[in-house]
């Protein structure tokens, strides 16, 4: 439990440097849970951007990072008891009868909600101990920054792609990788995907002054499937969802204050969400977008002067992009693309080229962009899941229920400011995502404001006593139909997080793991071994430099320019590889991995390879451990 003793000093001393900033910035929340929800995030973003340079100055080590949080905390002295004051006022302030009070509601439905987001939020809680198993997370979200932390220094890698992406929230968990391990940095995911159930909850509160309806929006949001896994794992989409609410909360509040400083809050967590994903600057657009509406016609309407809207306009942007700059600058000096892979054909990035930026993008279309795709597609994105539009798969999605409350909206007799711009954003970024990217998770920004909306209209709906029965029924089903998702998807790891399972048996009993291949390679393998990963990327439990060989994600290892197993090899030893890790029967959702990424001719030169160039030394489960021969 050493990791819950650091996440609750990591959380004491980011509340506070976030809270400092905001004094700084001149701003002042009136309720303790506004400032926790802006200032928690901020501070942490902070101390990961503190992160980020000791890193690129080849200082990532875990005494000058306690250093550090000891300097903050010592500064910092006045505001951390400021926020443990805070903490106990507003624990000390709830209402003890919360889950007696009916709120007009009838059969106590308030309670029913309150105790099924109680056990989602516990039931995650307990599921976050579990040690970094998802492919994703184990193939670069943590992986790359354990490469960071054994180099102490963030280096170019060019043979894994996500390394040159805009990666803020990855290094939060770096923090924890630094600290502890990577159950920290599953905490700290967790802690970030709760602040923003507590952001939504805030924002209702605030903008529609009903804890009925604050209440139902964190509970919709967070019962959708994939929120559910993305909140426990060393995940980023969630997270960067957190950080493109705050924008937009802050945004709406300088829309009713028309406070510059609303303004600047709002920027500084779009350069946040800009420095978090590839799809980043995509949704900073969609805000900068109702920014640049919202002010036009207000200028229109009361005659302001259009400079004035140009200086703020400016002012929004130019803080976003000095946050996003630090990525886009450490892109330009490993790739030479600062905006890398995109726009390469300009910048002439190295190892990557126009032929694997359209394989990509091919990747990313599912979709045939026609008008009958564009307009049917409110119905897909909750209907059908998986990682891109199509593919079935329980713990990823939305789920079809709330689709049909969404329309609702346009019939109620009364209409909210807030309501609008949200729909507004909804609008932008299915759009844009449509035209964009098919790829299913790049779309979750768009969540938070569907279960604001969702939860609007089902309180308006609650105060008509011929259907509140009925939609009470709908919505208590759906959140059992989802918290049996969440059962389904934590069951098998809930023996290791409680500690009744090893860890070591927990990540060697899967098929197609490499985990076992992997201890084979840290225990048997000299340390100057560097190992070619063929048909599997996941180097986490590796303590030894690897390469991705995948065709699809790097350019390192160019396949095009082999003739023959020959000039493969001699590649690979100029380059230093010692060894060759192939998974030959790793299987995922179904499917065979990689399979339609390494071309017959390239699994037929390999296969020549190992047998005219290589010595096997392990083979179990379908992997083989091949050392190549020296010349």
């Known amino acids: 439990m050493i990791e819950v003793l650091y996440l ?4 004491i001393v980011s509340t506070a440097l976030g809270r ?5 910035i001149g701003l002042r929340f009136e309720q303790n849970l506004e400032n926790f929800v802006f200032s928690l995030p901020l501070g942490l973003s902070v101390l990961a951007y503190f992160t980020f340079f000791i890193g690129i100055a080849g200082l990532l080590y875990k005494w000058i990072l306690v250093l550090i949080l000891l300097f903050l905390f010592t500064f910092l002295i006045k505001d951390i008891k400021s926020v443990m004051s805070g903490s106990y006022k507003f624990i000390k302030s709830i209402d003890k009868n919360i889950l007696t009070k009916k709120y007009g509601l009838g059969f106590n439905f308030f309670s029913i909600v309150l105790g099924f987001l109680s056990v989602f939020v516990v039931l995650n809680f307990i599921a976050s101990f579990v040690p970094p198993w998802h492919f994703d997370v184990i193939a670069y979200h943590l992986a790359i920054q354990k490469i960071y932390l054994v180099a102490h220094q963030i280096i170019y890698l060019p043979y894994i792609f996500y390394s040159n992406l805009p990666s803020l929230i990855d290094t939060i968990y770096l923090i924890g990788l630094l600290l502890c391990n990577g159950i920290l940095s599953n905490l700290l995911g967790y802690s970030l995907g709760i602040m923003l159930v507590l952001a939504i909850y805030s924002f209702c509160k605030r903008f529609f002054n009903s804890r009925v309806v604050a209440v139902l929006a964190s509970m919709i949001f967070y019962s959708f499937p994939m929120v559910i896994r993305g909140t426990r794992t060393s995940h980023v989409d969630i997270q ?3 950080f493109i609410f705050l924008s937009i ?12 400083r609303h303004l600047i809050l709002s920027a500084i967590f779009a350069g946040f969400g800009g420095s978090s994903k590839v799809f980043g600057p995509v949704a900073v657009i969609g805000i ?10 207000r200028a229109a309407k009361y005659k302001t002067q259009y400079k004035t ?6 002012i929004f942007c130019l803080i976003t992009l000095a946050i996003i700059l630090p990525w886009l600058l450490k892109n330009y000096f490993f790739t030479g693309n600062p905006f890398w892979p995109a726009f390469n054909d300009i910048f002439n990035g190295r190892y990557w080229d126009s032929k694997h930026q359209k394989d990509l993008a091919d990747i990313a279309h599912k979709r045939t962009l026609s008008v009958v795709n564009y307009i049917r597609l409110p119905w897909d994105i909750h209907t059908q899941t998986g990682s891109s539009i199509g593919n079935i798969d329980l713990d990823e999605g939305i789920g079809p229920y709330f689709l049909a409350f969404l329309p609702l909206y346009f019939v109620l007799p009364k209409k909210n400011n807030s309501i609008n711009i949200l729909f507004g954003l909804l609008f932008i970024y299915l759009t844009i995502w449509f035209f964009l990217s098919h790829v299913f998770r790049h779309i979750i920004v768009s969540w938070p404001p569907i279960a604001i909306i969702s939860a609007y209209v089902i309180a308006e709906l609650f105060k008509n006593r011929y259907i509140s029965k009925t ?3 709908l919505v208590i089903f ?5 918290l049996l998702i969440l059962f389904a998807t934590i069951a098998h790891s809930i023996p290791v997080a409680l500690g009744l399972e090893s860890q070591d048996h927990f990540n060697s009993k899967y098929p197609g793991s490499i985990y076992k291949a992997s201890k084979f390679i840290n225990i048997n393998l000299p340390e100057s071994s560097k190992i070619l990963l063929f048909r599997d990327t996941r180097g986490f439990y590796l303590n030894r430099d690897y390469v991705w060989a995948d065709p699809l994600f790097q350019l390192y290892i160019n396949y095009s320019k082999f003739k023959s197993e020959d000039d493969f090899y001699n590649d690979l030893r100029l380059k230093g590889i010692t060894h060759i890790l192939v998974n030959t029967e790793f299987e995922w959702r179904g499917q065979v991995v990689y399979e339609n990424r390494y071309s017959q001719r390239i699994l037929n030169m390999t296969d020549n390879l190992l047998k005219k160039y290589s010595t096997n030394l392990y083979e179990e489960d379908g992997i083989l451990i091949n050392e190549l021969k020296r010349k």
């Open 8 to 11: 609750i000093f990591v959380v």
């Open 20 to 24: 400092r900033i905001i004094r700084l």
């Open 240 to 242: 960067f969802a957190f």
């Open 249 to 260: 909360y802050g945004l709406i509040l300088y829309f009713g204050s028309r406070d510059k």
């Open 288 to 297: 900068v977008i109702v920014l640049i509406s919202h002010l036009l016609l």
């Open 309 to 314: 809207v140009f200086f703020h306009i400016s």
């Open 471 to 473: 939609v009470k029924i």
């Open 478 to 482: 759906t959140f059992n139909f989802n």
